[in-house]
């Protein structure tokens, strides 16, 4: 396919229109509906998705299921087929948690050529502009979605994630994310004219006319660092909103989970190419084990953008070491959860229940802490007990993985070893209510299934609580009273930070003040969740994801904020007649 | 006056509108209008001001300029009148160029208590919401405004310029900058909905439900480190985009232009506190001789926003010490005029012989590098020798410097004596094809004043030119042709920066060529400029000043990437009846 100038008219009517009467860019004009859509959604922040979630055969045809699986299949026991320039050797280091053989071997890049490739197509990707650029990352989220099967298999196998989780986050969920990047990053290239026209009076009826012009302009590399646990989800915000604002992208997957981003990979460099850009724009940046070789990336000169979800410790390295960047970390947090009443107790133990069981507590956004009176909480049956309330609690999460066949369906796998270790380090910390149980996985033999394990502290344990037990691990914690329990919240979140915050009352006071504590230490606060909505699951065009205001990510997932300091403007101007004259 | 409530309607139809049904917080009524015309000039970029540039008192009535003067007077040899709390010293470091004692002493901050003070308004400031911030920031703008030949009288002569210059540049076209920042930050706060309706269909009929909330929360304590040159116009645009986002603001003044950003300070804090609000919001720190506070206030935790205008040296410290804040810099750079040909060789000689003279130079946009092919250039004369350039260009310096009594409403006075330095080492480094000399000022008899210099120089000689030497000095650079100018301008542009670039040639593909470049090493660019608009001036709501994307600045003003990172988006739901129930 040839490539088109762009210039083109926005898909929407409103701020972000500046037809210049040129002709669309065909891949604008094929997506046009879809960023239109998406520009509304942002704006309002409603309900939308534009990728089905249901993996069901009614949605997505009789046949992609079986396509998809064998498309994955074929990677397996190969080379992948990615034929990026600069690759010194191929290398193997995935290991599933289902104990499937992946045997995939991936382009490990020689640093000098990948960014040299890197930088080559860039002046081209820039002037193509916004609305080229746009169609042609909308085309790389569609392709990705027609494969979208063939993706879930990769996430599922690399993750440990059950196979519809796998699917839905991995992939529509992940793709709605990707396409809300795009969707502010144009919102915010196209927030200024490509040209103006400048009249000042200077006097005696003179004026000074000028013509301007808006270019916008990338940073440079933009370096995607990404985890384990949610591969795509957690980076084709960052990747496609580096993208779209006119930088390159290297992708550098994490060692245990480089399928789904090779998958990525090819398909966005398969779009660049036929649309006529170098689909070097687009790169893996695999590592050999061991080899630490995102800390190599992320200290280029030519990396002017970061976006790395994992640890604490090594985001806060980002922070202070890769200052030639502009660096947007997601880290760990203490996700705290405030019981104080309710008037649904099964609902709130069963919403609760699912929260913990769902992937076996390994979203960065599973409640971590649940906050209890001692003295119990008053419930539409009366009172109950502290015990009570843990227990159901650890009820509602046994509830939903006693019986294996059911329970790996929700808890999936467990990442890798870390977790399990953390796991037998937390039984030590006080009265488990709920053990963890090593479940035999009815597909994969050799996976390693463990379902969550439920503990009993009291605030005084805040060395136990008071940070991350990434994993199968929650705390039911006694504390004085609510105000107590606000007092733990806002401590510990102040101190350790929270992607996600919960709170059960039936008085408005308290929901008000958690609120309040909640604005405070800058979390995302869900109210009495009872049904199906739970803590841990944000909707894109809606819920953000992370602030930025507290220690467990330093930008939010999306805002404007995550987009605007991906590009800039330099502009020219020149004198002209005035427009009356 | 009382505080009100916020969450108001927003003044202009669009995106930005959301009418919560509440009542307008009355200083937003009194402003709407000007925020709605900023919001309208921000998207269109044609030509706007929101306060008169001309002293005249046809404009500003005939009393205006002697009371401004008479407020002005009264500050002098005295403790300045500002009641912050924790000042444990008096301070007066002032020494202005024009030689006239100043006398005026600046509360001295203790930084513990600076800190407490500064941090205890927020969360009210916070709750007051965007639209109530945005109003009372307009009022400050218009309170400083209604002092501004207090002001300009403060600016003048602490930074040398000649009083219209300081009226204008101190003034009015300060405070678009600063409306411009409130325009963008409002725009940026608004984006979203205070409040959402969020249903997802959940099957069989059924819905999911709920309302959303989303809060508008600070970053911090913003720090402004202001520079000698510009107190108010490089520092209103930091100041006012850290406020209106909820953030409190430390004002660290240059120890020698104190007494504009004291004004500014006192009048904010008046504002502040008759709508109600903490006057702590905003403070001064004024540093004793040779404390070097800046660095103290730029590492405390508290500080998350930093805006600095100075040397490299010292901006690229703060980016790569501020770790723990968000830190935007303007520094030095080497502004570049390529001069290939012109069809109106006496326009150009006299547009860039103002662009020379204007302040002596020591505009951070002045032209410092002035590229001119060595066999000359085409004009409609016929051919110019490279000498008849230089010596076109040094006599129209020399034409508006040589009469002192006009001279000095131009040029103004030397801010201090590393300039003077600076230019006596100039002198050596070439063939000086106009000499500084010193005038004596008619009204100053102490003023240092030096008219510019002009030396020529060989494209091999870059030891020399490439690097800023700030101040009255401007290098004619001879080339082997215009392609060898735009080799130079990408590298040294490239390499130090720069703020303002310029071409002159008759020829589409030279504009084309010298415009790509600019594109490429990400500076603004002006053609052709022979009229009333010169490289050095950039008007605010139209010219964006600085890109952030070359060495010389990593930020622009005004742009959203300026604004985006000073608040954070919070989030709160919870379940409520579907819209149709």
Redesign the interface.
Known sequence: MKRMTDATSSPTQ??AERDTGADVHPLLAKHRQTLATALDA??????WSAYPESPSPRVYGETAAAEGKAAFEAYLGKNFPLDQPGTDQWVATEASPFGVELGVSYPHPDVEQLFTAALAGM?AW?DAGPHARAGVCLEILDRIHSNVFELANAVHLTTGQAFVMAFQAGGPHALDRGLEAVAYAY??MT???GQ?????P?GKGAV?S?E????I?P?GVGLVICCNTFPTWNSYPGLFASLVTGNSVVVKPHPRAVLPLAITVKYAREVLAEAGFDPNLVTLAAESPGEGIASVLATRPEVKLIDFTGSTGYGNWL??NA?QAQVYTEKAGVNTVIVDSTDDFKGMCRNLGFSLALYSGQMCTTPQNILVPAEGIRTEDGHKSFDDVAAGIAGAVGKLTGEPERAVELIGAIVNDGVVSRLEAARGRGEVVLDSQAVKHPNYPDAVVRTPMVVKLSSGDEDAYGTECFGPVSYVIGTGSTAQSVEVFRRTVGARGALTAGVYSTDPAV?DEV?KA???V????????????FVNQS?AF???HA???NPAANA?LT???YV??R?????????SQPAGA
Request: with cysteine; hydrophobic share 30%; charged share 30%.
């Open positions: 409103g701020t942002i704006r309002e922040r409603d309900y002046p820039r919102r915010e927030s200024q004219p103006a026209h400048w009249e000042k200077a000074l000028m301007k012009t808006y270019h302009v940073r922070e202070e200052t929901l609120e909640s604005v405070d800058g979390v995302h606060l869900s109210c009495n969740l009872t049904g199906g909505v909707a809606s819920d953000f602030t930025g205001a939010s805002d404007a904020a605007a300091n590009f800039r403007v330099v502009q020219s101007r020149r004198h």
